[in-house]
């Protein structure tokens, strides 16, 4: 019933930025929490940060102090904002979201930190 999209995803060197987008197939975003997650081959997927209906944000500690999450609910659309990029940020990146008690996650964008 809700098709997520993410995109934004490249390859930049360390210490660069990208800013990454989730929308969705029908307007879900702007009442409902959006989160980030991120996966590399072979790890568990993290969580990577979440914003909530109204605004609040959240993230996990191994970004803080350079992603930022917000939402445009006149778009449909939630970012993660990526600055300082280090190696280790290299994964793909997902968005989810909860709707009538299911979740929802989008394919993916891939995060390239290249040295």
């Known amino acids: 019933q809700v098709q997520l999209v993410e995109s934004g995803g490249g390859s930049v060197q360390v210490g660069g930025s990208l800013r990454l987008s989730c929308t969705a197939s029908r307007m879900v975003l702007s009442v409902n929490g959006v989160m980030w997650y991120r996966q590399t081959p072979g790890k568990e997927r993290e969580w990577v940060a979440v914003v909530a209906r109204g605004g609040a944000r959240n993230d996990a500690d191994f970004v803080k102090g350079r992603f930022t999450v917000f939402r445009d609910n006149e778009k449909n659309t939630v970012y993660l904002e990526m600055n300082n990029l280090e190696p280790e940020d290299t994964c793909i990146y997902y968005c989810?979201?909860?709707?009538?008690?299911?979740?929802?996650w989008g394919q993916g964008t891939h995060v390239t930190i290249s040295s």
């Open positions: 989810k979201t909860p709707n009538r008690n299911r979740s929802y």
